[in-house]
């Protein structure tokens, strides 16, 4: 966990409290312009009963059945955010509303109890099939919307009408035109009619419960992210990449000019790629952030270089390197192949 050394100190100082005793609040937050902004485009799309709560928690989400959103604690307070970029990658404006219009659609199906209807079980899927966090999508299928990083309206029936809700809430989405032809259409247009339909309808259940809130968190900062990082950062870390980074990327040679350190040049480029990384090839992108930090530190290690004049090439070259071993990870349950 080097990630905290390199946090500033004022950061650090948050380390050893107890997260419950920090006194965060959604009200006066960072975070609530945007939960501001979700119920502004809300209102625009003619949902005019329809306000989720808000709380925070520990991550994302909303509990089975309860339409209420929950939202990551760290994105209350400027300095725990500081510490989440470190750590993570923090959420930047555009992702925090994906997220938001993603939870507003599983609070929007439990609100009106659409899960329920027959209509809704023939479009999507059974409510109740299991959910299984290591479900293997089919990349590009047109059967679902694409929103969030990892084909993740595949991964179950309720994940799919909440990304397809997304989309359709989206403003400028264009989801006609962007889904014509595809199967995914007919949901798309499924939410279109039922959010018209309950355009001015109160919801039947118009309050969710919360299941952990960030007043019922014990444990301190450095606790929490300790618990959540990777288990398979270890074995990720000792992978045997170096003869594929060496092809990759550069000796450095005293007579070769414009040459950069590629460990510089990966940390410097380490959001893009994880992002894209995680994005097309459905990798949870925790263990996506920790491959690209194994590489980046064994390019260090071998004192790796690149050509100022093919950085683009190496950019690519990296990307699709780190893409490769995560689908193999995806398919074959391992990053490499023995």
Not at 215 to 229: D, L
Not at 321 to 328: D, E
Request: charged residues 35%.
């Amino acid at each position: 966990m080097r990630a905290f050394e390199k946090s500033p100190p004022e950061v650090q100082e948050l380390l050893l409290k107890p997260i419950k005793e920090l006194g965060l609040k959604i009200e006066g937050s960072p975070v609530e312009k945007y939960v501001q902004k979700l119920y502004v485009e809300l209102e625009r799309k003619g949902l005019r009963a329809f306000r989720p709560a808000t709380y925070l928690t520990d991550e994302w989400g909303c509990p089975s059945e309860q339409p209420i959103v929950g939202i990551p604690f760290y994105l209350a307070d400027k300095k725990l955010a500081a510490l989440e970029r470190t750590m993570n990658d923090l959420e930047d404006a555009r992702e925090i509303m994906m997220y938001l219009r993603h939870e507003a659609g599983h609070a929007f199906n439990y609100a009106y109890e659409l899960y329920k209807t027959d209509e809704w079980r023939d479009l999507f899927g059974p409510f109740r099939r299991p959910y299984r966090d290591d479900y293997r999508p089919v990349p590009f299928s047109r059967r679902f919307v694409r929103h969030m990083a990892g084909w993740y309206a595949q991964k179950h029936p309720d994940e799919d009408f909440a990304e397809t809700f997304a989309v359709w809430l989206t403003p400028r989405s264009n989801w006609r035109e962007r889904y014509k032809e595809w199967p995914a259409l007919k949901k798309l247009k499924y939410v279109d009619r039922v959010a018209k339909d309950v355009a001015d309808k109160p919801p039947r259940r118009p309050i969710g419960d919360v299941d952990f809130t960030v007043e019922q968190m014990e444990t301190t900062v450095e606790e929490f992210y300790r618990q959540t990082y990777p288990a398979e950062a270890e074995a990720i870390a000792n992978l045997p990449l170096d003869s594929d980074l060496s092809d990759i990327f550069l000796k450095p040679s005293r007579k070769k000019r414009g040459i950069r350190s590629a460990c510089e040049f990966i940390a410097e480029h380490r959001k893009e790629i994880v992002d894209k990384v995680a994005y097309w090839s459905g990798l949870r992108r925790p263990l996506v952030r920790v491959l690209v930090e194994a590489i980046e530190k064994k390019t260090d290690q071998q004192k790796l270089v690149i050509d100022l004049d093919r950085r683009l090439e190496h950019l690519i070259d990296v990307s699709a390197y780190a893409t490769t071993l995560a689908m193999n990870y995806v398919t074959r349950g391992k990053f490499i192949a023995t």
